[in-house]
Structures are given as C-alpha cells and as structure tokens.
C-alpha cells in the first residue's frame, strides 16, 4: 500500500534521536489521536498482536505490537500509529496474522475477535481459552441474556457474528 512508508525517514530519524537521549523510542511517535490508536489497537488484537489493551493511549506495549505486525506486513518498521496503518490493518489482503493466530478461524478464534470488537476482551486473538478468554464470555453472556457459563462453542460463535444488538462498549 502507497503511502505507509511516507514520513518513514521522519520518524526514523526521532527514533534515533530518542535513542541517543535515553527517551524511549515509541515516546518519538507524534502524538496521535485516541480513535485512531484505539482502532489500530482492535485490529491489531484481532489479528494476535497483543498491544496491551484496547484504550486509546499509545505507550510501549501498542509500538510493539504495531513493531510485530509491520515485520509481518513486510512495511517499514517504525512502531508508531499513523492512518495509513489503520487502513492497512483494517483492509488489507490477505490478512496478516501473528504466528500465535491460526489462519483458519476456529470457534476460538471467532469467540476472542468478536469479544474483542465488542470491548469484552483484551489481548490477542491467538485461540487460546484462559481465564481472561473466559471471564469476557461471562461477561457478555450475562449482557447478552444468555445462561453464563463462560465456555466457548459454535452457538456462541454463531451469536457474536449474527449479534448486532450489543455494540462495542
């Protein structure tokens, strides 16, 4: 995608300054806007790259994420929030996974990414059921109506893809 690397060599050029005085390197990202940030954090959570939380607020654990995806998408790797990345991981084809997330998706997988998009769960979507996993199903069953059990099945799958009712929070 044209336009990804443009202001590349700015950036690159901050991060080496911030390198020389101590500052960490995500800290030379210019300041970004919260729905921006916060929409790169979903999609990157959604593809299982782990930036820490779904908040809006840039700090290291989002730059390594978005360091993660940029090495897989082959772009120049500057870890720093910009549209053209928003756009990129939101549109791209083929998506771009992290190695923790299968490629095909699994009731697992489709239960954590359509969680994540609803602000129920935070972490990568990588089809591992922990306890994290388990407490946002609990907590959307039970804003949802549904018997809490905190399990992951095809039904619920089905539910978080045909559920238009219980928008993001």
Not at 122 to 148: F, K, M, S
Request: hydrophobic fraction near 35%; charged fraction near 25%; proline fraction near 7%.
């Amino acid at each position: 995608m044209k336009g990804v690397g443009q202001g590349a060599g700015l950036r690159a050029g901050a991060m080496m300054l911030a390198l020389v005085t101590g500052t960490p390197a995500w800290a030379a990202c210019q300041s970004s806007q919260q729905p921006m940030v916060e929409g790169i954090q979903r999609e990157l959570a959604v593809n299982g790259f782990d930036p820490g939380g779904i908040d809006g607020r840039f700090g290291p654990r989002t730059s390594e994420a978005i360091r993660q995806y940029e090495r897989a998408a082959k772009l120049t790797v500057t870890g720093c929030p910009s549209q053209e990345l928003l756009d990129h991981v939101s549109f791209h084809l083929p998506k771009v996974y992290s190695r923790v997330r299968p490629d095909d998706p699994t009731p697992e997988t489709e239960v954590q990414a359509g969680l994540t998009m609803r602000g129920f769960y935070v972490g990568a979507v990588d089809g591992r059921i922990g306890e994290r996993t388990r407490a946002a199903i609990r907590q959307y069953q039970r804003e949802a109506n549904l018997p809490v059990d905190g399990q992951v099945t095809p039904e619920l799958a089905q539910r978080l893809r045909d559920d238009r009712a219980t928008r993001a929070r």
